[in-house]
């Protein structure tokens, strides 16, 4: 306990600049921190453009082969050390997730980002200059590391500074960027492959690598904290001045952002009285958001993501595409898969996430199902012209697939898992959630090369099964979350109300409408009001002075001490 007050932040430093604040600030701190989103989507590429390129497996693997042996699938490398090299990094995301629940609420959101983004650094610098398959898979071990914090830390800051009505909008920017760093990782790989046979084909895109995670690190310095996070933490009116910046263009009396810090301070109150959420407390008071959060990030693995997008030149290859022609087809893939996104982003919060999530299951199971018959039908013909047609229609297929998992089974587990659990068990319930993700992300990357080389395209139907299972969950299990705010999901989820909850929230309730009086002019509500006050225009003058002093204070960069 005293080793977790030592670290905990005294003082808070805003060092945007003010041109930035209102939606400038809002839309740029989403984009930019989703950067932590679109390094492990480049990632994902680059390891999968760099195994089927032969400086990379003489280099990692020992094995000199020709283009034409690749194409045939006769490398002879290990499939099972193929999968060690490609799943290391899953293992120790796994692990980073569970510790970023505690960096994230000690530190908080934008030190865990900076943290995940230098262990990224590290990584990218490691794979540039292995010498050996032993660093590399050091390097993506330590990458894994980075990327286990990004992926836990990131949904939790979009959720925390998205409007409540957007949340969908912001997570989906989240995964867009996840995307993005896909599609370009893909068009890298593609441009560095012509460098063959220079070792730079596979050493190039670690570079690239290696300045987007400069560019992260120097933009958490500038990045505002949540909120919701200064709120708990003590830096009260520092929460406040953060939310006007972020969503009223720096005003601090505008009623709706003295509504929503009202809320936030209820809720921090509340959960300061019943105290951090244990990981017992997770699963028993808070049991249907576990399974929510749990599910989603499993069947979005054992839906097929990462069989697909981790070994795609190799698939579109089997499938019988020149090693070239699979690199720009797999650009190309990366392309559609970020444009899935887009329908996600603006229309997931008018519908639901339920209805993503359904229509997505039914997509996916149609797309792998064309994809598995046609690579039946492919594996039937000779190696060459013979595969042709058939493999632009395979590609076509895991087009659909990618897109509608962009859509769909893409962001919404992410935007899920970031907004389901409350306050005080929101780092422990992603952090959950995310170390599903990763355990389950590791399994499928381990088993894939192995199961693939069984069952050929037997392996796509298995994935289409767990699109089924997926559907009846999600319709059996869970609830609609869209158009509600973070505090008020208990109600939505039907929580056990513990003994002492009723008392903790009329506190923390009082306590907020003594905080919205007292920045409105009004007098101290009385025990006996329990309800918010609606801020009218008679009080707007008063407050429009505190907002004048509170501008003139943060007129250059501000450091805040702490209340607590």
């Known amino acids: 306990m005293t080793l977790t007050i030592s670290l905990r932040p005294k003082t808070y430093t805003a060092r945007y600049p003010q041109w930035m604040v209102g939606r400038p600030l809002l839309y740029m701190s989403s984009a930019l921190a989703s950067l932590g989103d679109a390094m492990f989507g480049y990632g994902q590429g680059s390891i999968a453009s760099a195994q089927v390129q032969p400086s990379f497996i003489l280099r990692m693997f020992g094995k000199e082969v020709t283009m034409a042996q690749i194409q045939a699938g006769q490398t002879g490398v290990d ?62 071990s330590i990458q894994g590391l980075g ?41 890298v790989g593609y441009g560095f492959f012509f460098a063959m046979p220079s070792e730079i084909s596979w050493r190039g895109p670690y570079i690239v690598q290696a300045a987007i995670a400069a560019v992260l690190i120097v933009w958490t310095f500038f990045l505002p ?33 003295l509504a929503t810090y009202a809320e936030i301070v209820a809720a921090v109150e509340f959960e300061a009285h019943m105290g951090q959420a244990s990981w017992r407390q997770l699963f028993t008071q808070y049991t249907r958001r576990c399974i929510v959060g749990i599910t989603c990030q499993m069947f979005a693995q054992l839906n097929g993501i990462n069989a697909i997008l981790y070994f795609l030149p190799s698939n579109l290859t089997r499938a019988g595409f020149t090693i070239s022609r699979s690199l720009l087809y797999s650009g190309a893939c990366a392309l559609i898969y970020c444009s899935g996104t887009i329908p ?13 999530l359904l229509l997505g299951s039914v997509a996916l199971a149609a797309s792998l199902s064309i994809v598995g018959g046609l690579q039946y039908y492919a594996d039937s ?27 769909t089974w893409g962001p919404g587990p992410w935007l899920l898992g970031a907004e389901i659990f409350p306050l005080r068990a929101r780092a422990k319930g992603m952090s959950l959630s995310t170390g599903t993700n990763w355990l389950f992300n590791f399994i499928v990357a381990f088993i894939t090369p192995p199961l693939f080389d069984a069952i050929n395209a037997g392996y796509y139907f298995v994935l289409v099964g767990f699109c089924i299972i997926s559907l009846a969950v999600v319709w059996f299990v869970y609830p609609e979350t869209a158009h509600h705010t973070l505090e008020d999901l208990g109600e939505v989820f039907g929580d056990k109300v513990m003994d002492d909850e009723g008392p903790a929230r009329e506190k923390a309730q009082r306590s907020a409408n003594e905080i919205q009086r007292e920045r409105s002019g009004l007098p101290a509500i009385t025990d006996s009001e329990v309800t918010l006050q609606p801020v009218t225009s008679s009080i707007i003058p008063k407050a429009n ?19 607590v």
């Not at 960096?103 to 983004?117: A, E, N, P, T």
């Not at 406040?240 to 952002?257: R, Y």
């Not at 996600?344 to 993503?356: C, E, P, T, W």
């Open 344 to 356: 996600a982003m603006f229309l997931i919060d008018k519908f639901g996430r339920r209805v993503f």
């Open 79 to 140: 499939p099972f050390l193929q999968a060690i090299t490609v799943s290391c990094l899953n293992l120790t995301a796994l692990l980073a997730s569970f510790i970023a629940a505690y960096l994230c609420d000690i530190l908080g959101r934008r030190m865990s980002v900076r943290i995940g983004g230098i262990m990224y650094f590290i990584a990218a610098l490691i794979q540039i200059f292995a010498p050996n398959l032993g660093a590399l898979i050091a390097g993506r």
């Open 225 to 257: 904290e949540t909120p919701r996070w200064l709120a708990q933490n003590g830096f009260q009116k520092e929460a406040l001045v953060t939310l006007a910046d972020l969503h009223g263009a720096g005003n601090v009396s505008d009623p709706k952002i």
């Open 381 to 407: 013909l000779p190696v060459g012209t013979a595969r042709l047609p058939a493999a632009n229609a395979i590609f076509f297929g895991v087009c659909l697939y990618l897109f509608f998992f962009g859509a």
């Open 545 to 563: 002075e505190e907002a004048q002093i509170v501008m003139k204070e943060r007129s250059s960069i501000i450091t805040f001490d702490s209340e």
């Open 147 to 187: 990327v286990g914090i990004l992926s836990m830390t990131v949904p939790i800051l979009q959720c925390e500074i998205a409007p409540g009505h957007a949340r969908g909008l912001f997570v989906g920017i989240e995964y867009i960027c996840l995307n993005i760093g896909y599609a370009v990782s893909a068009w």
